[in-house]
């Protein structure tokens, strides 16, 4: 069934329908414009959004039209034209029309970026990670305890190194390790940067490398995360966990004072953040780039803002109550989670 009231273009987000007790999606204005009969829903991605029809899983255009049928044990959102999923067999890859453009078989699928995805294949008696392209062949061998999808031509994989130990570094798309895996822990590459914990010893610190390698921030935080709009959260070192959360720019300068409990990322023009942790009070709230806390703590959790403007929330502790709100901190729609029982029937 098309639903009418459904335009394409606008932003569509999954919501749970208490009185029809079923998932559909409502719009930025807080209205179900896809009729609510799914068990699970995903968010849309490349203008499908994966659904859940009791166990079985397939996908919906913005219209609301089941345009995959519900066959497939997992479902992931499509990147590049392709979604990894799985059935009986294994792990595979999709295309929009619902057939397998690389059939199942591999232990474990991630997204495709710059052409390429990680799988997950035996080796020997081990199960390591590598690389096929779009059409299912292996481009790069199968070879690391972990990796990760590609973000500015730079892959983050875990090896381990001559005496034992895991350590991580970059690859580009031909699998050559263009940034050695000498740091022990690394996040993806974003807005030209990357977060990666490095150190001798007992004594490691976060700093941020380019794309080169060369460290552009210097490692001095206790922690790091990835940047972005402009702007990444992290916990200076050798301070105490009180100091909190602050931000930096991409020239390392603190342009909010660290003082958080927890810091999300920056999106929409708005970051999550715990602002009174410290005095017993865990409760998130919403700053903007200057650190205004411009929507009060008050939610029990928060999610970072998706375009369209909303950001979904939780409203009590028990992360029973869900709502999306809008960027004023408005509660545009709001449910109460099933019990397990009733979302089993």
């Known amino acids: 069934m098309v639903e009418p009231s459904v335009v394409t273009g ?3 987000f999954p919501a749970y329908d208490t009185v029809a007790a079923k998932y559909g999606y409502i719009n930025s204005n807080g209205t179900m414009v896809v009729r609510p009969r799914f068990t699970e829903a995903q968010p849309f991605s490349e203008g499908l959004a994966a659904v859940a029809d009791g166990d079985a899983w397939g ?16 479902a992931s959102p499509f990147s590049e034209g392709l979604a990894p999923v799985s059935v009986v067999e294994g792990h595979g890859y999709i295309d929009q029309s619902g057939a397998f ?8 699928s991630q997204p495709f970026s710059d052409g390429l995805a990680a799988v997950l294949l035996r080796s020997a008696d081990l199960y390591v ?5 779009k059409t299912g062949t292996l481009a790069i061998r199968p070879q690391f305890l972990s990796a990760g999808p590609f973000s500015e031509r730079r892959a983050a994989v875990m090896v381990r190194d001559e005496e034992g130990q895991t350590m991580s570094g970059y690859i580009d798309p031909t699998g050559a390790m263009v940034i050695p895996a000498r740091f022990r822990a690394v996040e993806p590459f974003s807005e030209g940067l990357a977060a990666v914990w490095s150190g001798d010893g007992s004594s490691h610190s976060w700093g941020y490398v380019d794309t080169a390698g060369a ?13 972005s709009e402009g702007l990444a959260a992290v916990k200076l070192g050798g301070e105490s966990v009180q100091s909190g959360y602050g931000y930096i720019d991409t020239s390392g300068s603190l342009v909010i ?21 410290r005095s017993g009070d865990y409760r998130w709230g919403y700053v903007d780039p200057k650190g205004k806390l411009v ?51």
């Not at 409990?261 to 920056?266: E, I, L, Q, R, S």
């Open 295 to 345: 929507i009060p703590a008050q939610f029990s959790k928060a999610e970072a803002f998706l375009p369209g403007g909303l950001a979904l929330v939780e409203l009590d502790k028990a992360g029973t109550e869900h709502a999306y709100i809008d960027k004023t901190g408005f509660v545009v729609y709001q449910w109460e989670s099933p019990s397990p029982a009733s979302a089993a029937n």
């Open 257 to 277: 004072q660290p003082q958080f409990w927890d810091a999300g990322p920056f999106s929409q023009g708005l970051a999550a953040v715990q602002p009174g942790a």
């Open 129 to 133: 990670w590598g690389y096929v392209d």
């Open 59 to 74: 996908y919906i255009n913005r219209l609301g039209e089941v345009v995959i049928p519900a066959s497939l044990d997992e």
């Open 215 to 227: 460290f552009a921030i210097a490692p001095q935080f206790s922690e790091a995360r990835s940047f």
């Open 10 to 12: 606008s932003e569509l």
């Open 101 to 108: 453009v690389i059939t199942p078989g591999v232990s474990g």
